[in-house]
């Protein structure tokens, strides 16, 4: 006998299981975005309407969600149409491009407001 008894089996998901998944997970995303933007235009009023001082976490953090998205989305469409001739998949190097262009802004936005809250202070 086996002494930790009968091992759990792992299944593979059907199609309609993967598909709720992916809608749900699509609906904490959209979420996700539409909370932390409406928290960043929050905090931005407070900022501009009290003068109060400026909290960078919902800009930072969406900043981040949709980075993240848009990188996965690429690598992974890139690495689905890698091997097929029949797909002319245009484009892609410009979304890299601009990829790249909104990662370098979203840092040079994170280390101007880093400075001016230091200088502030």
């Keep these: 006998m086996k002494p930790g008894g009968k091992k759990p089996k792992i299944r593979r998901m059907d199609e309609m299981e993967r598909h709720i998944l992916l809608r749900a997970q699509r609906n904490a995303y959209l979420f996700l975005v539409a ?3 409406l928290w960043s235009f929050y905090e931005s009023w407070q900022v501009y309407a009290r003068q109060t ?10 900043t981040a969600a949709v980075l993240i998205q848009s990188a996965s989305q690429l690598a992974l469409t890139r690495n689905a149409v890698k091997d097929d001739e029949d797909s002319c998949e245009t484009g892609q190097l410009a979304k890299l491009a601009a990829l ?4 370098a802004c979203g ?5 101007a407001a ?4 230091c200088v502030r202070t």
């Design 35 to 37: 909370a932390l933007a």
């Design 53 to 62: 001082r400026l909290n960078l976490l919902p800009c930072l953090l969406l």
């Design 100 to 103: 790249g262009c909104a990662v």
């Design 107 to 111: 840092a040079a936005a994170i280390i």
């Design 114 to 117: 880093v400075v001016l809250l």
